[in-house]
């Protein structure tokens, strides 16, 4: 929360060496890249330099300490996403004030839960060190950030009034955020007339008046075994008779019931009515609002906003929000006067910035809180939203939308590059128009994607903002990756959700080698499933025809895997490599004895033969004639014969066999 830089120290020998210089590259995931670096310059000679060789050229990954990385915080995250999505139909609805009142509510009871699991965190016995100095560190900044926004609400957000009083909502305020004096007050309580036997008892009495805490002091000091006296029961009465200010109540009756109520206490205390009983008196001095005890008293406060609005309500207890300015100011430097060591924390700053109203410095200073610009983010979506404090920055001549619009983007973007809260990121970006979707665009393709559920998760939100480019980018990704995990129908299966004809293509023809090689098929489901997407490239449609081909002559259906066999040797996609294989797949319905292959299909197979494969065979041989170490083998190869070039004689028998008997056959019938 201080403005202190972080600072590191890295002890490399070669950064050492190069005159302690270092270079740095930013990578994605908000990490710099740090090496060694020796200084070049114009006229520095090109020549290795003295260190060369020696040590090794070390990388260090920097890092910015972040809360975001601490699981607990998922939740706060989650839920205050939610909310934010509701404010944004809120703000398309035109809803009154009091429902934006209940959003800041809301976001405030969000950081209370947050802070409640970190405390049950701290206490379980499993929690390291480590998780310990990250939970006080959370504890510190979010207990600062309520606080801040409880502040805020009380001052902008809550209906404002001409004759809006905030004292006995200040008082709310300090009690909340410094509630150990209550938690003993509780204990005296419990121990009814044995509690004035305690060595705090007075000062416990000092401070609860100090917070404005006029009732449990009363009430303690009727348990008090000199309850009955009448000393007791005259400064009883007069903490009973005391005007508090009700809403709806008459402004200048209660003031006057005040100034009356206020002067009688004066002219009891000139009496000395209570010099009997100092510490009794101490108490009402206080009431009273002398400054000898109010200023004992602020010599033990913790901050200097602590006792501020217990002072109000004895001195002035009718003050308004446009007064606090001020009774703020003069507060600050009589506190400062009387604890000249105290330096003001960030924190002590920005609640005096709000009680000044000096909203512009307010929003500055809440960006440099370790909360990874959370709190400024929603809090000024909330102010745009609402229209609050919209007068305010016309004034100072702040654009509130783009202010907005800023803080958001930068804020979605930084949730964009987290590897667990990139889904919360998305729905920030959506309120950024095209400058968000521009950037959910370039990166969603870079959210390291662990699984298929994510990545479908992925797709589905690229869907939702037509961002086709990113669904394909996954897809690639995803391909490229089972392929290598030796998963090809899955990789066969993303690559035609990419729509890459390049990618379809590679892993066809990775499927259509490994069976020319090993007579396997791989991934047959995939294959007898491609239905209508087989178009997506040519040679799919090919590896789908003869995966039908293969199907058919498996289950001995020689006349249809025939049919369909002249027709891919007919179609012009068969590949280069794959001639030997489609050829040598009709050799044994040529040979049947019972002819499958007729006259006119078979003349048809020996064309091919001649025009087809023959002059690769030839073209093949002549490159392998400038390469040595090459030969037919490595272009065509199928696994039912040792050389290609064998098959040649072999086909053309088996065609000129099966054309004897198929005219035979043919003639015969049609006599």
């Known amino acids: 929360m201080e403005d202190d830089i972080p600072a590191f120290e890295l002890e490399d020998k070669l950064a050492m060496r190069c005159g302690n210089t270092l270079t740095g590259v930013f990578v994605p995931g908000s990490k710099i890249a740090l090496s060694a670096f020796h200084p070049v310059k114009w006229n520095s000679q090109d020549a290795p330099t003295d260190s060369a060789g020696r040590d090794p050229v070390l990388i260090y990954m920097a890092e910015e300490a972040s809360l975001s990385d601490e699981p607990l915080l998922r939740s706060l995250l989650a839920e205050a996403n939610s909310t934010f999505a509701t404010l944004q139909q809120m703000g398309h609805m035109k809803a009154v004030n009091s429902e934006y009142l209940k959003i800041s509510l809301t976001y405030r009871s969000i950081i209370r839960a947050f802070l409640e699991k970190v405390e049950l965190a701290k206490k379980s016995i499993d929690v390291q060190p480590s998780q310990i100095k990250r939970y006080n560190e959370a504890i510190m900044v979010f207990y600062a950030v309520e606080c801040l926004w409880h502040l805020f609400e009380i001052l902008y957000m809550e209906p404002q009034q001409h004759n809006q009083l905030v004292v006995q909502k200040l008082l709310q305020w300090a009690r909340f955020h410094f509630p150990q004096t209550e938690d003993r007050a509780t204990d005296l309580l419990l121990m009814a007339d044995e509690a004035s036997d305690c060595d705090d008892y007075w000062l416990i009495l000092r401070t609860l008046l100090m917070f404005g805490e006029v009732d449990v002091t009363r009430a303690i000091l ?129 609640v005096m910035q709000l009680m000044e109203h000096d909203i512009k410095v307010f929003i500055y200073d809440s960006q440099k809180l370790n909360d990874t610009h959370w709190f400024s983010t929603h809090l000024i979506d909330l102010v745009y939203q609402s229209g609050h404090l919209k007068s305010y920055f016309e004034q100072n001549s702040l654009d509130l939308p783009s202010l907005r619009h800023s803080m958001i983007y930068e804020y979605g973007s930084y949730l964009m590059t987290s590897k667990n809260l990139w889904q919360f990121g998305v729905d920030y970006l959506d309120c950024c128009h095209e400058e968000g979707k521009a950037a959910i665009e370039l990166l969603l393709p870079r959210i390291p994607v662990k699984t298929e559920r994510q990545a479908f998760k992925i797709i589905f939100l690229a869907r939702q903002r037509g961002l086709l480019g990113v669904e394909q980018e996954i897809c690639k990704v995803l391909s490229k990756r089972s392929t290598q995990e030796g998963r090809h129908g899955n990789a066969l299966e993303w690559a035609i959700r990419s729509k890459d004809v390049i990618l379809v293509t590679a892993i066809a023809d990775f499927i259509l080698q490994h069976y020319s090689n090993t007579g396997t098929m791989l991934c047959p489901d995939v294959l007898a499933s491609f239905g209508a997407r087989m178009f997506i490239s040519p040679r799919l449609v090919f590896l789908a025809k003869y995966y039908e081909f293969y199907e058919l002559y498996r289950k001995r259906e020689f006349l249809s895997a025939a049919d369909l066999l002249v027709n891919l040797l007919d179609s012009k996609i068969t590949p280069d490599y794959f001639w030997p294989s489609l050829l040598i797949d009709a050799v044994p319905m040529l040979e049947s004895k019972d002819p499958k292959i007729f006259s006119q299909e078979t003349v048809a197979i020996l064309r091919h033969l001649e025009t087809e494969l023959v002059p690769l065979i030839e073209r093949n041989k002549r490159k392998t004639a400038t390469f040595s170490n090459q030969s037919s083998k490595t272009v065509f190869k199928d696994f039912r014969v040792e050389n290609i070039e064998e098959i040649l004689n072999l086909m053309r028998l088996a065609c000129a066999r099966n054309l004897s008997r198929a005219l035979i056959i043919e003639k015969t019938l049609s006599l």
């Not at 402004?251 to 009891?268: A, P, V």
């Not at 400054?291 to 006792?307: L, M, P, R, V």
């Not at 309500?313 to 006067?337: D, G, H, M």
């Open 222 to 350: 009727c348990q008090s075994r000199k309850a009955r006296e009448p000393v007791y029961q005259a400064a009883e009465l007069i903490l009973k008779s005391m005007p508090v200010y009700q809403e709806g109540y008459a402004l200048q009756k209660f003031l006057s019931q005040w100034e009356f109520w206020h002067l009688d206490l004066e002219r009891k205390l000139q009496a000395n009515i209570f010099a009997s009983e100092p510490e009794l008196e101490w108490l009402l001095q206080l009431v009273r609002g002398n400054n000898e005890q109010w200023n004992a008293g602020i010599k033990t406060s913790q901050d200097w906003y602590e006792f501020l609005p217990g002072y109000l309500l004895y001195t002035k207890p009718a003050c308004k929000p446009f007064e606090l300015r001020i009774v703020a100011t003069s507060w600050l430097n009589r506190w400062s006067q009387l604890k000249p060591e105290w330096q003001m924390s960030n924190m002590s700053r920005m």
